[in-house]
């Protein structure tokens, strides 16, 4: 397997900065380029022609950032003996084994504080991950193998996170029927259809978080990405592949961002035309070149054969929270966010998705300004 990834360095702050990992923009099967060049690096393509400009709001200010394509044959990553890769926790393996060859090669930062990020189905992949690591770090301690580094686990960081599929999928009429930006009034014929689909999808759901296989996840992704979240987002939640509801109306057929229902849908699927710029920026020959990625290689923000490997194990159907609860319980911090704005991720109150209680998490409010954040949350063991 080979992963091309992109590390961005801070200016010199005088001071170890910590290392992050952004192992995920979401999908399954979406680029991390993305998040680099739309979302939190240092530069933002500004134009078709593949013109960047400054990102005030990047990430590396503070800190060391990979931005990494992963599982296999996603982005600019590829398998020399074609396999692939349809489950989480194997892909979380994956970059486990690659941040081991990392710090071997580069190992100035292998004594960081680590923290991984990812958002949207990256709250599914980053638990996975994030457990492969903090268990092995376990054994590590326990009987350390030679050439093995520990890697110094801090913190998880999830931006609309994919979690905890029961609870969110739950929550979609929620909010597209009474949320701040509800599309349609409460008694309307499309909110009773939706919530006449909720009580199937959670027995599905349930089944699926009861027995944990393919033949009772996969159906149940089918059902409710069918049923309920292709109502709101033509599927592109979940990468955006023949997964709508054929009866209703998506935001961006109504004119509408699924990503932030108060902007207008411009770009296509997306609706967001940059999606389509960052494409044409890691095409470009130059570019290519300076990566080391093979010319003859074309890039796509998004995998169709991830997508459909994962969608067809039921990958995207397993309850990740328990994972975070074994974490946090271990000192590992946890850093959850979501906007209320968008369906990506869900609208449900954020202590469901990750299912902590009050004696796992500490809480950091802050007040509710232009452009600020309202009610954020900060979960760390008590007392630790």
Same mark, same amino acid.
């Given at each position: 397997?080979?992963?091309?990834?992109?590390?961005?360095?801070?200016?010199?702050?005088?001071?170890?900065?910590?290392?992050?990992?952004?192992?995920?923009?979401?999908?399954?099967?979406?680029?991390?380029?993305?998040?680099?060049?739309?979302?939190?690096?240092?530069?933002?393509?500004?134009?078709?022609?593949?013109?960047?400009?400054?990102?005030?709001?990047?990430?590396?200010?503070?800190?060391?950032?990979?931005? +990494?394509?992963?599982?296999?044959?996603?982005?600019?990553?590829?398998?020399?003996?074609?396999?692939?890769?349809?489950?989480?926790?194997?892909?979380?393996?994956?970059?486990?084994?690659?941040?081991?060859?990392?710090?071997?090669r580069f190992p100035e930062y292998a004594g960081a504080k680590f923290?991984?990020?990812?958002?949207?189905?990256?709250?599914?992949?980053?638990?996975?991950?994030?457990?492969?690591?903090?268990?092995?770090n376990i054994e590590f301690e326990v009987d350390p193998v030679p050439?093995?580094?520990?890697?110094? +686990?801090?913190?998880?960081?999830?931006?609309?996170?994919?979690?905890?599929? +029961?609870?969110?999928?739950?929550?979609?009429?929620?909010?597209?029927?009474?949320?701040?930006?509800?599309?349609?009034?409460?008694?309307?014929?499309?909110?009773?259809?939706? #919530?006449?689909?909720?009580?199937?999808? #959670?027995?599905?759901?349930?089944?699926?978080?009861?027995?944990?296989?393919?033949?009772?996840?996969?159906?149940?992704?089918?059902?409710?990405?069918?049923? +309920?979240?292709?109502?709101?987002?033509?599927?592109?939640?979940?990468?955006?592949?023949?997964?709508?509801?054929?009866?209703?109306?998506?935001?961006?057929?109504?004119?509408?961002?699924?990503?932030?229902?108060?902007?207008?849908?411009?770009?296509?699927?997306?609706?967001?035309?940059?999606?389509d710029w960052v494409d044409t920026f890691m095409n470009n020959a130059?570019?290519?070149?300076?990566?080391?990625?093979?010319?003859?290689?074309?890039?796509?923000?998004?995998?169709? @054969?991830?997508? @459909?490997?994962?969608?067809?194990?039921?990958?995207?159907?397993?309850?990740?929270?328990? @994972? @975070?609860?074994?974490?946090?319980?271990?000192?590992? #911090?946890?850093?959850?966010?979501?906007?209320?704005?968008?369906?990506?991720?869900?609208?449900?109150?954020?202590?469901?998705?990750?299912?902590?209680?009050?004696?796992?998490?500490?809480?950091?409010?802050?007040?509710?300004?232009?452009?600020?954040?309202?009610?954020?949350?900060?979960?760390?063991?008590?007392?630790?």
């Amino acid at each position: 397997m080979l992963t091309i990834p992109e590390i961005i360095e801070p200016p010199d702050v005088g001071i170890r900065p910590p290392f992050i990992s952004f192992i995920s923009l979401g999908g399954p099967g979406a680029s991390s380029a993305t998040g680099l060049l739309f979302e939190l690096g240092p530069c933002r393509v500004a134009a078709k022609d593949g013109t960047v400009t400054g990102n005030k709001h990047s990430w590396n200010t503070h800190s060391n950032i990979l931005f +990494l394509d992963q599982p296999v044959n996603v982005g600019w990553s590829y398998s020399d003996d074609g396999s692939r890769v349809s489950r989480s926790y194997v892909a979380g393996e994956d970059v486990y084994a690659f941040f081991q060859l990392f710090f071997a090669r580069f190992p100035e930062y292998a004594g960081a504080k680590f923290h991984m990020a990812g958002e949207s189905y990256g709250g599914t992949y980053v638990p996975n991950a994030a457990t492969v690591f903090h268990k092995k770090n376990i054994e590590f301690e326990v009987d350390p193998v030679p050439g093995t580094i520990k890697i110094n +686990l801090a913190s998880v960081i999830l931006a609309n996170g994919w979690t905890n599929p +029961l609870e969110q999928y739950s929550s979609i009429p929620d909010w597209i029927c009474e949320g701040p930006y509800a599309l349609y009034e409460p008694e309307s014929r499309e909110c009773v259809g939706l #919530r006449r689909s909720v009580p199937r999808c #959670r027995r599905v759901v349930e089944t699926c978080y009861k027995f944990d296989t393919r033949v009772t996840c996969a159906p149940a992704e089918v059902y409710c990405s069918h049923a +309920l979240e292709g109502s709101v987002s033509s599927g592109f939640c979940l990468a955006g592949y023949n997964t709508r509801n054929a009866n209703l109306p998506t935001p961006s057929e109504l004119g509408l961002n699924p990503y932030d229902v108060r902007k207008p849908c411009v770009g296509g699927d997306t609706c967001y035309e940059e999606l389509d710029w960052v494409d044409t920026f890691m095409n470009n020959a130059t570019v290519k070149a300076q990566l080391g990625v093979d010319p003859a290689r074309n890039f796509t923000g998004g995998s169709a @054969l991830v997508y @459909l490997s994962f969608r067809a194990s039921g990958d995207g159907m397993r309850n990740s929270a328990p @994972l @975070l609860t074994d974490l946090v319980n271990d000192g590992i #911090r946890l850093l959850v966010y979501a906007g209320n704005a968008g369906m990506c991720g869900g609208a449900v109150e954020i202590r469901v998705v990750v299912g902590l209680n009050n004696s796992q998490t500490a809480f950091a409010t802050t007040s509710a300004t232009n452009g600020g954040w309202k009610n954020s949350k900060v979960f760390s063991k008590k007392n630790s």
